[in-house]
Every structure is written in C-alpha cells, then in structure tokens.
C-alpha cells in the first residue's frame, strides 16, 4: 500500500525566497507522481507530472525532480511571492505490481505561507 | 482550457437522505475518479472508472455508494443513506487517455457535503 509523508508540514518564508518541499512513498514502481496546488477551501490544481522515466519536470518557476529508487521527490520553486501560498500535495499512484488504473495517494501536504 | 465541472457546490442534507453529486469530466478523457477530503485531512481515493464499470474502490466505497456515467457526459456518485461522517468535500477528477490512467489528472472544484 501507497503511503506518501511530506516535509516540512509547514512552511513560512518571505517574499523571493527560493523554496525546497519534500516528498517521500513507500512504492517507488511508480510510472509517475503528480503534484498539486490546493487554495484554502478549493480544489487541486494541477501543477506538474514527472513521469518515471524522467529526472526532472520544469513549469515555470516550478521544478520537480524524482528519485524513484530512493522513493522522493522534491519541488522546488524559485522567487517565491505571496500569490504561491496553499497548500503543497504531492500523489504518486501505486506500484507497478498489481491492478492500478491511476488512483492517487496523497500526502498530507506542506502549508506555504509567503509573505509579503 | 478544459476542465473538470462539479455541482452542485454546498450541498446539505439530513442524515439517512440520498445525495447525487454530479460531475462533467473532461470530454475526451477515458478514466474517472471520486476523492473526498474530511475537514483538515488528507485527499482520500474513493473509486475509478474506466470502460463503464468500476475498475477500482476504496474501503470506503461501500454499498451505500455508487457511481454512474448516465450519458457521455455526465459522472455522479450517488450515496444512498447519508451518514454524519461523510460530511466531506468530494472532488470528481479525470485523465488517463494513455492505458492504466496514468496521464495526469484533473480535478473539479469540488462539492463539499454537510450532513447534518
């Protein structure tokens, strides 16, 4: 079973830092790993997929890598400003091993504050 | 751009009460999915659907839900006596036109269902 932790939980930062979130599951057979956007009583954007073939995923000021064999990943994300606050998931769908058709797992996610 | 359609977007009702929550997925997506999020928690899988029929649940998803795709556009979950602790939100999202639904996915805004 798919079991995702994020650090930090919290995160608090002025603005133009450069921000680093981390992401850890427990079935690195992966074929990918999304990561989201989630506004305070909103719903998930979107932000980027790597696929398990790929290091790194770039959009933006946002930079995704992925170390399946360590089980990781990691979203970095450049010049922060107060319009990035939310909050952080990240969601890697089970294993290779077994009958999968893309449900994801979801960490608890990383509360970015970004203040002005 | 396309995107995922949810309504309606507070529903309330009375315990033991039969809710429809109605989703229009993208429209040439293949795979579609319910989650819910309880209050301060994490983004939790309830079911796939892939083909029409259910190609994965949840423990949660037992027989008092179910799940539909009436026509080619609409995707409902259905939960037919409502107990306190489904009060959630619940977020319909869609993806996957590559085998395995392991394209990314987008979620709807979500419907957040209070039973009172």
């Known amino acids: 079973k798919q079991e995702v932790t994020q650090i930090p939980a919290a995160l608090s930062v002025p603005e133009g830092e450069n921000l680093v979130l981390n992401c850890s599951f427990t079935?690195?057979?992966?074929?990918?790993l999304q990561w989201f956007r989630q506004d305070p009583g909103k719903g998930l954007t979107s932000l980027l997929l790597?696929?398990?073939?790929?290091r790194e995923q770039t959009s933006g000021r946002l930079n995704a890598s992925l170390d399946k064999s360590s089980g990781r990943s990691t979203l970095y994300i450049a010049a922060s400003q107060p319009g990035d606050s939310a909050t952080y998931l990240c969601?890697?769908?089970?294993?290779?091993?077994?009958?999968?058709?893309?449900?994801?797992?979801f960490g608890q996610g990383t509360i970015l504050t970004v203040h002005p | 751009e396309p995107e995922v359609t949810q309504t309606p977007s507070h529903q309330v009702t009375q315990m033991g009460q039969e809710v429809i929550l109605r989703c229009v997925p993208i429209s040439n997506h293949l795979y579609f999915y319910w989650y819910r999020q309880i209050l301060g928690q994490k983004v939790e899988f309830l079911v796939s659907?892939?083909?029409?029929?259910?190609?994965?649940k949840s423990e949660i998803f037992d027989d008092q839900f179910s799940v539909e795709r009436p026509d080619g556009s609409n995707f409902t979950l259905k939960i037919r006596s409502t107990k306190l602790e489904d009060s959630a939100m619940y977020f319909c999202?869609?993806?996957?036109?590559?085998?395995?639904?392991?394209?990314?996915?987008?979620f709807g805004p979500g419907t957040r269902l209070t039973v009172l």
């Open positions: 659907f892939y083909n029409n029929e259910i190609s994965e």
């Open positions: 790597i696929q398990s073939s790929q």
């Open positions: 969601a890697p769908p089970p294993g290779a091993g077994g009958t999968s058709y893309g449900k994801l797992t």
């Open positions: 079935d690195s057979a992966i074929y990918n």
């Open positions: 999202a869609s993806g996957g036109r590559s085998s395995r639904g392991t394209d990314t996915q987008y």
